[in-house]
């Protein structure tokens, strides 16, 4: 897929944006009509390919966190996957024609951009990007960044390493399906134990998890065997205190938390994506997607719908993107 030169960059494009906050069904509407950002001088433009969607896009179209956020209107999207097509000055790793992912909101609870991912063009900082993986496509490199991201973060956090034994609560969504992976992979897991329903627990399993817990059918916190650290994707935390070890570490995304779990929110880093790129190029971890996926571009109110069922298997991605 070759770059268009950069004198064919439009002036205008379309997008995805709300002007009120609310359900993506009330307030997401597609605009043809919104001005391409200008390239910063640490930044790149970006002709985007394709989007994944994540909870917090939802929770913040919703007004959640309206005390911390960018002014509206705002275009939804934080993942992105696409080929560059400008570079600012100060740019040094990248270059027109580069295809590139990741996560364009830094502190993703801290002023995110009003610009976002779904639209055709979007500036993202050199510093939050990786160059995409040879082996994966856009739609599976689209789905990666903030999943990964947060369950490496949250990982690292937890001081996760080699021989130690782990829960997951939400093995099968698209931060869990990441955690189940690099526990297991990247950080050497003695033990993956995680839950999911029970249509979902093979698919745990084919990660690496050794134990898939049916949460519809047993409670993990009255399991005999605790653990060394708990991953909570779900906000459970009252929970799983109960089933970590004296001493073990428990950490989430969701709040609200119960000590002496402790939660925290994604910095994103291109940086990180480029640490795991050789675990990605190898197949050693995969990307998840939701079989519904991918949604086209027309379609992304619905395909927010169904992120918001909380039914979806992995991530759910827009492409393509017009």
Do not use: C
Not at 144 to 171: H, N, W
Not at 202 to 220: H, Q, R, V
Not at 282 to 296: A, H, L, R
């Amino acid at each position: 897929m070759a770059a268009p030169p950069t004198a064919s960059i439009p002036s205008k494009n379309k997008a995805w944006a709300y002007s009120e906050y609310g359900k993506a069904v009330d307030v997401l509407k597609l605009d043809s009509n919104v001005t391409v950002p200008e390239v910063k001088e640490d930044q790149v433009l970006v002709k985007v390919v394709a989007v994944s969607l994540n909870p917090v896009d939802s929770k913040r179209m919703l007004g959640y966190f309206k005390e911390t956020d960018s002014p509206l209107p705002i275009v939804v999207g934080y993942d992105v996957a696409g080929i560059v097509v400008k570079v600012g000055s100060q740019v040094k790793n990248f270059k027109e024609g580069d295809e590139v992912y990741g996560d364009l909101n830094e502190k993703a609870l801290d002023h995110p951009k009003s610009y976002g991912s779904l639209a055709e063009y979007t500036a993202i900082e050199e510093r939050l990007l990786a160059l995409k993986p040879k082996n994966l496509s856009f739609v599976e490199a689209a789905s990666l960044p903030l999943a990964i991201e947060t369950a490496y973060e949250g990982l690292e956090r937890t001081e996760f390493s080699a021989g130690k034994s782990i829960l997951v609560l939400g093995g099968a969504g698209g931060v869990g399906t990441q955690i189940i992976q690099l526990a297991k992979h990247v950080f050497g897991a003695s033990k993956v134990a995680a839950t999911s329903s029970t249509g979902k627990l093979e698919l745990l399993k084919s990660l690496g998890a050794d134990l898939a817990i049916d949460y519809t059918k047993e409670n993990f916190e009255e399991l005999p065997e605790k653990f060394d650290v708990v991953y909570d994707a779900v906000g459970q935390t009252d929970r799983a205190v109960k089933a970590v070890k004296e001493g073990g570490h428990v950490v989430t995304i969701v709040g609200p938390v119960v000590p002496p779990a402790t939660i925290f929110v994604l910095t994103s880093k291109g940086s990180i994506l480029e640490k795991l790129k050789p675990y990605l190029e190898s197949g050693k971890v995969k990307p998840v997607i939701d079989p519904k996926s991918p949604f086209p571009f027309s379609k992304t109110v619905e395909a927010f719908s169904y992120l918001d069922s909380n039914r979806a298997t992995g991530k759910v991605v827009v492409y393509p993107i017009p």
